[in-house]
Every structure is written in C-alpha cells, then in structure tokens.
C-alpha cells in the first residue's frame, strides 16, 4: 500500500516562497508519475506540476517560471519549490502518484498567500 505524507506548507506574503515536499512509502516511487494538484474553496482540483519517472516534467501555465518540481527516488520524496507567490496561489495542495494505473493522494497541505 502506497502512502504519501505532505508537508510545508503555511501562510506566506506575496511575493514569498515556500516548498512543499511528499514523501512515499513503498517501493514503487521510482518508477511513479509524481505530481502536485491544488483545490481553492469553490474550484475544481486542477494539475499544477508532474515529473515522470524519467523525470521530464510539466507544468500549468500560470505556474511556469515561478515554481518547480523536483524528486529524489533515494529519499523517496517529491518537492515543489514555490517562488513569486501570488494570492491566487492559495489553494490546499495535494501529492499525486500514479502507478500501474492507479493513483494515491497525499492528504494536502494548506497554502495561503496573502498580506
């Protein structure tokens, strides 16, 4: 059973960073598509960033250039460095890993931006 814990995340001002790391249990991180969502009150999860086991990576449009993902399969574990924050960052983000088909969550982590 694959679990995943999040953790970093916080209240920052505009303009701040944070970064928001996922650690996984289990043998299959390696070989995963990791990625980051994020829910705001009233909206629909979307996709923010995603790292595939060859780790080529992707990101939302809004977020390029601002945030970026990363992972280490020694450690097991997923980062997402957020630079240049902007209130409508704020949002609950939620680990992602998908393998085989299948896909578990992380129980996200609340990120606010606001002054």
């Known amino acids: 059973q694959v679990q995943l814990v999040e953790s970093g995340g916080g209240l920052v001002q505009p303009g701040g960073s944070l970064r928001l790391s996922c650690e996984a249990s289990?043998?299959?991180?390696?070989?995963?598509?990791m990625a980051w969502y994020r829910q705001a009150p009233g909206k629909q999860r979307e996709l923010v960033a995603s790292?595939?086991?060859?780790?080529?990576?992707n990101y939302q449009d809004s977020v390029k250039g601002r945030f970026t993902i990363s992972r280490d399969n020694v450690k097991n574990t997923v980062y997402l460095q957020m630079n240049s924050l902007k209130p409508e960052d704020t949002a609950v983000y939620y680990c992602n890993l998908q393998v085989m088909g299948t896909d578990y969550w992380g129980q996200g982590t609340q990120v606010t931006v606001s002054s």
């Open positions: 790292s595939t086991y060859g780790d080529i990576r």
């Open positions: 289990g043998y299959l991180f390696s070989v995963s598509t």
